[in-house]
């Protein structure tokens, strides 16, 4: 979920991607790196919702890695290298006339931030289906699918409203019938702006033959392969690049939880990487935006499906004509 200025689309924060170092360090090195210096930006809000999780989702595009829901707002943390407070005067949250934010910068004492996320992190279900936990959990019977990712990220941890409904999608789309009639069995998918690769992942053990996982961030690249060998994955592919990049490309499904402007720019490259009968489910968006979606979809061709709420966000699901 990105800025519409640049590229076509972004990572999963989601959709993208939550507590990626600076630098491409393996976790191992990451977890010996324990005392980082970092800035805080405190927010307060008003309204909150849903302008706090919009703005998280602009934070983290900018670097920030960690967050905290405060009573009227939000705290989000950066290494203090990477802070650029002129950055914040992109921000499509603070000059949006409908919402009124405030904030304070603090410097905060060397800490093993690290270790802190991960001792906040709690296991995520969606229904009796899936599971999602992280490695210091204990193993839960009971559950289709259980799958294990390290908590530095909160989009695509399954926290978040709109991961949660990209996994509700997937698990009901054998029920639509059509070309997805035996499920996920033997399809071609793409996670497009993956994160922490959950929702490749997810469909490898929902039987795709082939899952292709990409994001424009390097380090949720470098995290979502750290996840994907970490739950054993064999058919899932890693690769950083952007939306066009789908082009000359088949896929039966296409998963994109990013944000409303650049899912609007990235519908045509979509469109055209989707085989006849495809499904492509959109998320990272407010309900009151989903008719924005609705009709850059139809633009391309694409029917309207599903919709799916969750708070203020929603899902759209949409399908290709199959051939004639």
């Known amino acids: 979920m990105a800025s519409s200025a640049v590229p076509p689309w972004t990572p999963q924060r989601s959709a993208s991607s939550y507590a990626s170092p600076a630098s491409p360090i393996t976790q191992a090195e990451h977890n010996d790196q324990p005392n ?27 670097g920030y890695d960690s967050f905290e829901e405060t009573t009227g707002g939000l705290d989000a943390y950066i290494e203090d290298e990477r802070f650029d407070v002129n950055a914040l005067q992109s921000f499509l949250t603070l000059r949006d006339p409908h919402v009124t934010v405030s904030w304070a910068v603090s410097k905060l004492e060397q800490r093993n931030w690290n270790a802190e996320w991960e001792s906040s992190f ?7 289906e899936v599971r999602i936990r ?46 997805f009639a035996e499920g996920l069995g033997g399809k071609v998918v793409c996670d497009l702006g993956c994160g922490t690769a959950v929702l490749a992942i997810l469909a490898e053990r929902m039987g795709a033959a082939v899952v292709s996982a990409i994001d424009i961030d390097e380090q949720a690249v470098i995290n979502a392969r750290e996840n994907v060998e970490r739950n054993g994955c064999t058919r899932i592919t890693v690769e950083k690049g952007v939306a066009v990049d789908l082009q000359g490309h088949g896929y039966d499904l296409i998963l994109a939880n990013i944000e409303r402007n650049t899912l609007i720019e990235a519908m045509a490259w979509m469109a055209d990487a989707l085989r006849p009968g495809a499904a492509l489910f959109l998320s990272g968006f407010i309900t009151a935006d989903r008719p924005l979606l609705e009709a850059a979809a139809r633009e391309q061709g694409l029917v ?21």
């Open 36 to 62: 980082v210096p970092y800035t805080r930006l405190s927010f307060l809000i008003a309204p909150v919702d849903p302008w706090r999780d919009i703005l998280m989702v602009e934070l983290t595009e900018a």
């Open 134 to 179: 992280a490695e210091h959990h204990p193993v839960a019977e009971g559950f289709l699918h259980e799958i294990v990712i390290h908590p530095r990220m909160a989009f695509g941890t399954g926290h978040h409203a709109t991961t949660r409904m990209m996994v509700r999608a997937m698990l009901g789309l054998q029920h639509t019938g059509g070309a």
């Open 122 to 128: 709690q296991p995520v279900e969606v229904g009796r």
């Open 304 to 324: 309207p499906v599903e919709f799916l709420e969750e708070g203020e966000w929603s899902l759209l699901g949409c399908r290709k004509s199959p051939a004639r």
